[in-house]
Nanobody
């Protein structure tokens, strides 16, 4: 199983980016899928998740600005990021794990499959 994240880049504060995460060897619609991020010097933190049934969950810090979606035909999940702030600067990772339960979605140690990360830099 491999996850390939892309779409990061440099953007000014207030701007938008869309991240993509394409899976190979796994059908994304059969698993809960999540986004995490890690800023320099900080721990990796939960950003958002989309469940098999397309329910979505968000960290309070991104709620109302970020949207997670899924395209089954492309076997890809997305993270649409609007109203970006300098504090959103981080490497963003997609992740999943077989057997993941809803109550564990925000816990990074419950995931065993990670994408390589894509860097998002927001300038002020």
């Amino acid at each position: 199983v491999q996850l390939q994240a892309s779409g990061g880049g440099l953007v000014q504060a207030g701007g938008s980016l869309r991240l993509s995460c394409t899976a190979s060897g796994r059908t994304v619609s059969n698993y809960h899928m999540s986004w995490f991020r890690q800023a320099p010097g900080k721990e990796r933190e939960f950003v958002s998740a989309i469940t098999r049934s397309r329910n979505t969950y968000y960290a309070d810090s991104v709620k109302g600005r970020f949207t997670t979606s899924r395209d089954n035909a492309k076997n890809t999940i997305y993270l649409e990021m609007n109203g970006l702030k300098p504090e959103d600067t981080a490497v963003y990772y997609c992740a999943t794990s077989a057997g993941l339960i809803l109550s564990s979605l925000r816990l990074r140690d419950q995931y065993n499959t990670w994408g390589q990360g894509t860097l998002v830099t927001v300038s002020s």
